[in-house]
């Protein structure tokens, strides 16, 4: 069993910065993929980035290629999402995922665990 805590969202302008971070519990975080989707209002939750269980590895939905950066701290049990030059468009719920079953299990729509979510909102 692993729980997820998001923590990091708020209100940013345009071309702000901003880092997510989502604290895991349990043993065997280390062996889990990790990822970060997005749910905006009347919305389905779409992904966003996805790294492996060692950070060998990551994916990012084409939307934020380049802008954000998913990262891992196997030793902290956390993984972070820093998010550069903010959109509007990147206003939304942000929502942690893990799953035992590698980077697969979770694109494109999320593994076994999922955190509360944190709001992220980018103003114009």
């Known amino acids: 069993q692993v729980q997820l805590v998001e923590s990091g969202g708020g209100l940013v302008q345009a071309g702000g910065s901003l880092g997510l971070s989502c604290a895991a519990s349990?043993?065997?975080?280390?062996?889990?993929?990790m990822g970060w989707f997005r749910q905006a209002p009347g919305k389905e939750r779409k992904f966003v980035a996805v790294i492996s269980w060692s950070g060998g590895s990551t994916h990012y939905a084409d939307s934020v290629k380049g802008r954000f950066t998913i990262s891992r701290d196997n030793a902290k049990n956390t993984v972070y999402l820093q998010m550069n030059s903010l959109k509007p468009e990147d206003t939304a719920v942000y929502y942690c995922n893990a799953d035992a079953g590698g980077i697969i299990a979770i694109i494109p729509r999320g593994g076994d665990y999922w955190g509360q979510g944190t709001q992220v909102t980018v103003s114009s």
């Open positions: 349990g043993r065997t975080f280390s062996s889990h993929a």
